[in-house]
Structures are given as structure tokens and as C-alpha cells.
T-cell receptor, first 116, second 111 residues
Framework: AQKITQTQPGMFVQEKEAVTLDCTYD???????LFWYKQPSSGEMIFLIY??????QNATEGRYSLNFQKARKSANLVISASQLGDSAMYFC?????????????FGAGTRLFVKA | SQTIHQWPATLVQPVGSPLSLECTVE??????LYWYRQAAGRGLQLLFY??????ISSEVPQNLSASRPQDRQFILSSKKLLLSDSGFYLC??????????FGEGSRLTVL
């Protein structure tokens, strides 16, 4: 079963506008972490933002914020004031306890296109 | 500071040939290490993860295997490649915060 769901294969946004990328997750653990990563066309994976399951405040990192709704099991990424350089694939990920350690699983991703 | 490197960056291999991708981490000890595969335009699929030397868990049954002969070395192998093994392979380690640090990636094309 899908544990991380990103329902938007592709999104368009006008430069300087804000955009929300959706992510829902499924877990029975109480302790977990939620992450967003950016993957430009070069292929590198860039960490953007982290939200712990016990964090009551939504995480923010510069133009990135994570809209965490625990009861709904959603962790949407909000990018404010979009820039052309924001065009990339965006992945939502969840880190959860696993045998002897942790593992991080990823959603299918959303490709964001920023229009000039 | 911690660094992670993987190689080779690009591979073109015939079906049935063997595979060896190598990943090394510097600047940290006893890291958790991961191998992911990304099919073209798709998400990352967790293949293997390791919490220590010779301690490896497999997520997906397949013709790939992984080994960790040293603390900071993680190797992905196959004895006979399939067409479906084509993809972008990423090695990663995780910090105490849970953030993953990725290598540069290895793009494998099986013909």
C-alpha cells in the first residue's frame, strides 16, 4: 500500500506566485519525520524542510513552509514567491522506525514548472 | 565535514552482464546507508538499507544485492542485469536529524 501519496504529477505556477504541493502519508507509528526534497534536472537531491511528528509548529525554511495537519496525515509544501529556479521535481518523504534503525520512503513526486 | 561519493556516474551495460556500484562516506562513523533506485520520471524506490557492517535489509526482492564490507562502504551488485534494472541509482546516508544526504547518482542503462 502507498505510504506517501503525491497526487499532483505536474504543477504550473507563475513566477512570484505561491504554490502548494500536496502530500499525504500513512503510518501507525507515533514518532516519524516528514521531509521534502527538490531534484533539479541535474539529478541531485536537495533537502528542503523537515517536520517532526511531535512538532506543533509548522516548519519554515526561507521561502519554504510545511503545512502539517497531523489528524489529516498531510504535509503539504508551500513555496512562496516562486522563482524560475524552483522548476524541478519535488518529493515528499517519511522517515519511520524500522528494524534496528530507520528507513525513509518517498512519494512519486510532483514536477513543478515555474512560468516567467 | 561529511561527504558521500558514488561511482561510476554513468553505465551502459548489456543484458546479462554483472553490475557493481560503489558508494563511500567520509567524515562520519557508523552511518545508516541506503540504496535507492529512480526509474525515469518516477519517485525513489528503497532497495537496501544498512545499519552496520554486514547488516543489510532488502526492501524489494529482485536480482540485485548489496554488501557493506567496511563501515563507510556500500556496494550494489548484480550477477546478471535485466532491462528493468535501468534507472538512476542513489546512495544516501542519514544524519541524526533524519535528513538524507545523497551521492551524485549513477545512471544505468541496460541494453
Amino acid at each position: 500500500a502507498q505510504k506517501i501519496t503525491q497526487t499532483q504529477p505536474g504543477m504550473f505556477v507563475q513566477e512570484k506566485e505561491a504554490v502548494t504541493l500536496d502530500c499525504t502519508y500513512d503510518t501507525s507509528d507515533q514518532s516519524y519525520g516528514l521531509f521534502w526534497y527538490k531534484q533539479p534536472s541535474s539529478g541531485e537531491m536537495i533537502f528542503l524542510i523537515y517536520q517532526g511528528s511531535y512538532d506543533e509548529q509548522n516548519a519554515t525554511e526561507g521561502r519554504y513552509s510545511l503545512n502539517f495537519q497531523k489528524a489529516r496525515k498531510s504535509a503539504n509544501l508551500v513555496i512562496s514567491a516562486s522563482q524560475l529556479g524552483d522548476s524541478a521535481m519535488y518529493f515528499c518523504a517519511m522517515r519511520e522506525p524500522y528494524t534496528g534503525g530507520f528507513k525513509t520512503i518517498f512519494g512519486a513526486g510532483t514536477r513543478l514548472f515555474v512560468k516567467a | 565535514s561529511q561527504t558521500i561519493h558514488q561511482w561510476p556516474a554513468t553505465l551502459v551495460q548489456p543484458v546479462g552482464s554483472p553490475l557493481s556500484l560503489e558508494c563511500t562516506v567520509e567524515g562520519t562513523s557508523n552511518p545508516n546507508l541506503y540504496w535507492y533506485r529512480q526509474a525515469a520520471g518516477r519517485g525513489l524506490q528503497l532497495l537496501f538499507y544498512s545499519i552496520g557492517i554486514d547488516q543489510i535489509s532488502s526492501e524489494v526482492p529482485q536480482n540485485l544485492s548489496a554488501s557493506r564490507p567496511q563501515d563507510r562502504q556500500f556496494i550494489l551488485s548484480s550477477k546478471k542485469l535485466l532491462l528493468s534494472d535501468s534507472g538512476f541509482y542513489l546512495c544516501a546516508w542519514d544524519a541524526l536529524t533524519g535528513e538524507l544526504f545523497f551521492g551524485e547518482g549513477s545512471r544505468l542503462t541496460v541494453l
